[in-house]
């Protein structure tokens, strides 16, 4: 009875088709099917009723349904009625397209990426392939919708998406499917000869664009249809998006990184410019209406697109927290991005909802090596090479690394850096790489392997910086410095006072070469907190020059001088020292102020020529501050021979930066000279004479300004200076030297201001160079006060640089507070006074200053005044002062007797 019933509705279908009741037998078929799933004879009809209706699509996707069901339950495949209606629906007419395009219709703008688009466009003219790569969240799909959006096909642009299908064999279904209009075909095809030529016969003879999505996990079967569906279709263009290439002649590839990202100096207009944060604002203000980048905002917007990588879907999802977070709040979650970063869009594909999902969908991917590669190097802040990657994946035969490498580069998971040999992982991929160590309890061990390597590495640098391969080591500590200090950090951190102190002292020469002071106080002062370190010379070597960088390099009490004469004591107690221990065993004696003693040690290291120059280089700069120009200039001139003999070349560099300020100021000013030239201040001709003292060199200021080059302070030079200065005391003195510019230009009030932020940033610092730096500031101040006729002003001013210039003990910077305590002489008309003041101020300098022509002019007038007899005189009696008396003669409290 229930067969009969059974044919009964299958009998009942079949005359409703024959009277174009499509609709109604489909109902009736689709109901006796979900209770016999296996009945052969409705499945054909219902495949009947559903091409009748135009649903072609739907009628396949049944045949596969079917066709699985029989060979699961009964294992037999389907009968000959079922096999040959497929073949028909497969090897129909093919049918008129009822759009020229299936691409999806933009919900949001696209920004940034013009370049890519014109890159895409081009490529595609050009050829016939083209690939888009990128790590997940990119922006691929965007970008080739787009691309393919912006350009006409005669017969059209179809997409199709293959996220969601899982096996190899279905991916020309599926692409059949997605041409002809209808759902997406899930469907496995036995007949992958016969599916193919009808996808063939679908596009030969037309001139259209195949947008193909998402090819990575499928990426053989992809490449191997594509390039078949090329080679029989000559009008046809396709266009892909993966994570690795496809690896198919004639295949050209669209590299896509981070959107761009602001500088850290960029202003509120330039940081709107910028792709990442034009994407991030206009998302943010679509939840938080009224949102922009301003004043207020650009410091935290600036943190989340530049700690997202400036990659497009991880800035939407983190744009779209700010319906329940504050934009502080959301800049400070980045610390546990994966955790704050789960709110995407519900109508995307599940591995585009969160950013922890985006990331797995690639790793998943991977070969067991391919993961531990990724994972092992994502500790690494600066980078990977070769080298460093088998010294964190040591149970991997070397061997087999550079191919694992190479991989990670195909898949987009590691980029290639702009030094040869080395590659980047994107900090969102470094920190899902390191949450995955954390979860299978190896990170600790891979940060052991780490730190051993460059420990070592450092290690082997460090004597090669003061020899023959000093520039290759340069490099190498350069390139590898961010995952030295990473190396150093887990040293620290886990109690290896002894490991941490020696690697410290293997960066200390770098440090010292690029002046990176406050790197080296910081870590030298990690490392020595360490408990557990007994004393040994390293240890005692550490301090040594930890006292030098630190904050506070000059002895504040009693104590603290007796703890550094303890600890010198201690040094050359030791019977054998290292090169590098010996030469620095001087500079706790330099904060001692005891530069002779210091200089007794340096001299008896003549067994080795590198530590020969470098003592004859500190002879020579304490002859410098000393202005004893000529026992500078021999010291020198030993010292770079000795460089020269140890291929030395920053030594030699070093020299040239001690005796070129003063080559030129050794001639004494002429007594007959004309009236020099008038400054480019109107009618004041404002000059300071400045030195260079310790890297601190002097711009032309002797020089006019061109028009064209009289920027404004909103100018990138401006930007530049500050980027330079890194401490407040550096800051201090480019604002100084700035305003030094603006009283040039007639801009007073904006020269007071930089002052001001000048004087501010040096109210309580006290490493070098503040002294130097207050000596500036209070030289210019008095400038300026004399600029606007407030001598009162200018005297205190004077009075503040003199005491800071004491501190110094540096008397070439005292002799700018001379020629300035001169120039308010003659303010005050005490021309005399002026004269022996320039004179000292000779004398201080250890030379005559030709090149200064603020010197000049105070010269002009006070041979005007004295007449030229009188003057040399006056002039002669400050110059034939001894260099402490001459201190004491320059003091401007002196005016005021």
């Known amino acids: ?83 040959e209606r497929h073949l028909s629906l497969l090897r129909a007419e093919r049918p008129a397209l009822t759009s020229s395009s299936n691409l999806p219709a933009p919900l949001t703008s696209f920004i940034g990426r013009d370049e890519d688009l014109a890159r895409i466009h081009t490529l595609l003219a050009a050829g016939r392939l083209v690939t888009v790569l990128g790590p997940g969240g990119a922006g691929k799909t965007r970008l080739a919708v787009e691309a393919a959006r912006r350009h006409e096909y005669r017969d059209g642009a179809w997409m199709i998406d293959l996220a969601s299908v899982i096996e190899p064999a279905k991916v020309s279904a599926a692409v059949l499917a997605g041409i002809r209009g209808g759902a997406r075909f899930e469907a496995r095809m036995r007949v992958v000869g016969d599916e193919l030529d009808v996808l063939v016969d679908q596009l030969v003879g037309r001139e259209s664009l195949l947008l193909v999505d998402n090819c990575e996990h499928l990426i053989d079967a992809v490449a191997h249809l594509v390039a078949t569906l090329l080679s029989r279709c000559p009008g046809l263009r396709v266009l892909a998006t993966s994570r690795e290439a496809l690896a198919v002649d004639g295949e050209a590839l669209v590299p896509l990184g981070p959107l761009a990202l602001p500088g850290p100096n960029d202003d509120v207009e330039q940081a709107r410019r910028v792709a990442s944060v034009r994407l991030f604002t206009e998302r943010a203000a679509a939840v938080r209406p009224g949102f922009d980048v301003d004043e207020t ?403 032309p200021l002797d020089r006019p300004v061109p028009a064209a080059r009289r920027r404004r302070p909103d100018d990138r030079d401006d930007r530049l200076g500050r980027e330079r200065a890194n401490s407040p005391e550096m800051l201090a003195l480019v604002n100084a030297w700035e305003a030094v510019f603006r009283m040039r230009l007639g801009e007073l009030d904006r020269a007071r201001k930089l002052l001001d932020d000048a004087e501010r940033g040096l109210h309580s610092g006290t490493r070098f160079p503040a002294d130097h730096a207050r000596t500036l500031v209070g030289n210019v101040r008095a400038v300026l006060c004399l600029e606007t006729g407030d001598l009162a002003d200018a005297e205190k001013a004077v009075e503040k640089a003199y005491a800071a210039a004491l501190k110094t003990r540096d008397l070439p910077i005292m002799s700018q507070v001379a020629v300035t305590t001169a120039a308010l002489a003659q303010a005050h008309g005490r021309h005399h006074e002026a004269a022996v003041l320039l004179g000292a101020a000779a004398r201080l300098r250890g030379t005559h200053d030709r090149t200064n022509r603020y010197v000049h002019e105070l010269t002009y007038r006070g041979r005007a005044a004295l007449g030229e007899e009188t003057f040399a005189t006056a002039y002669d009696k400050g110059w034939e002062l001894d260099g402490k008396t001459a201190v004491t003669e320059v003091d401007p409290a002196r005016l005021r007797a």
């Open 297 to 699: 905002t650009l410091p935290e917007v600036r943190r989340v697109v530049r700690g997202l990588d400036g990659m497009p879907l991880a800035l939407e999802l983190a744009a779209a927290r700010l319906r329940t977070l504050s934009l502080p709040e959301l800049a400070d979650g980045l610390s546990d991005r994966f955790q704050l970063l789960t709110s995407g869009s519900r109508t995307a594909l599940p591995r585009h909802r969160t950013l922890r999902a985006v990331i797995a969908w690639s790793w998943d991917l991977l070969s067991e090596h391919e993961r531990t590669v990724a994972e092992r190097v994502s500790i690494l802040p600066g980078g990977v090479t070769l080298a460093s990657a088998a010294a964190v994946c040591a149970e991997i035969p070397a061997a087999e690394i550079p191919e694992l490498i190479a991989g990670l580069v195909d898949r987009s998971l590691l980029q290639l850096a702009s030094d040869p040999g080395r590659y980047r992982m994107l900090e969102t991929l470094r920190e899902y790489g390191i949450d995955r160590l954390r979860e299978t309890g190896d990170l600790d061990t891979v940060r052991d392997l780490a730190a051993g390597y460059f420990a070592e590495l450092m290690a082997r640098c460090d004597p090669q910086l003061r020899g023959p391969g000093q520039l290759a080591a340069i490099r190498v500590v350069s390139a590898e410095y961010d995952n030295a200090l990473a190396a150093l950090r887990w040293r620290c951190d886990t109690g290896d006072a002894t490991g941490a102190v020696a690697l410290a002292l293997n960066l200390t020469w770098y440090w010292l070469m690029f002046a990176r002071h406050p790197d080296a106080a910081y870590w030298l002062g990690e490392a020595l907190a360490v408990p557990g370190g007994e004393p040994t010379p390293d240890r005692d070597c550490a301090q040594a020059i930890y006292l030098v960088n630190r904050v506070d390099a000059r002895p504040g009490t009693t104590a603290e001088a007796a703890e550094i004469r303890e600890l010198v004591d201690r040094l050359l107690a030791y019977p054998v020292l290292p090169v590098r221990v010996r030469a620095l065993t001087v500079l706790p004696l330099a904060i001692l102020q005891e530069e002779e003693t210091a200089l007794a040690i340096l001299e008896a290291l003549v067994d080795d020529v590198w530590l020969a120059g470098l003592a004859h280089m500190f002879r020579a700069q304490v002859a410098e501050n000393a202005g004893e120009l000529d026992k500078m200039r021999t010291a020198v001139d030993v010292a770079l021979a000795c460089f020269r003999q140890a291929s030395d070349r920053w030594g030699q560099a070093t020299r040239t930066a001690v005796t070129r300020p003063t080559a030129a100021v050794r001639r004494r000013p002429r007594r007959r000279a004309g009236r020099p030239a008038r400054g480019p201040v109107a009618g004041r001709r404002v000059r300071l004479a400045q030195p260079q003292r310790r890297g601190l060199q002097r711009p």
């Open 1 to 83: 009875m229930a067969h009969t019933s059974v044919e009964a509705v299958a009998d009942l279908a079949d005359a409703e088709l024959s009277l174009g009741r499509a609709d109604t037998a489909a109902a009736h078929l689709t109901a006796l099917l979900a209770e016999q799933p296996v009945h052969e004879r409705a499945a054909a009809l219902l495949m009947d009723a559903l091409g009748a209706q135009g649903r072609q699509a739907d009628a396949l996707a049944l045949y596969e349904r079917v066709r699985e069901t029989l060979a699961d339950d009964l294992g037999t495949d389907p009968g000959t009625a079922l096999r």
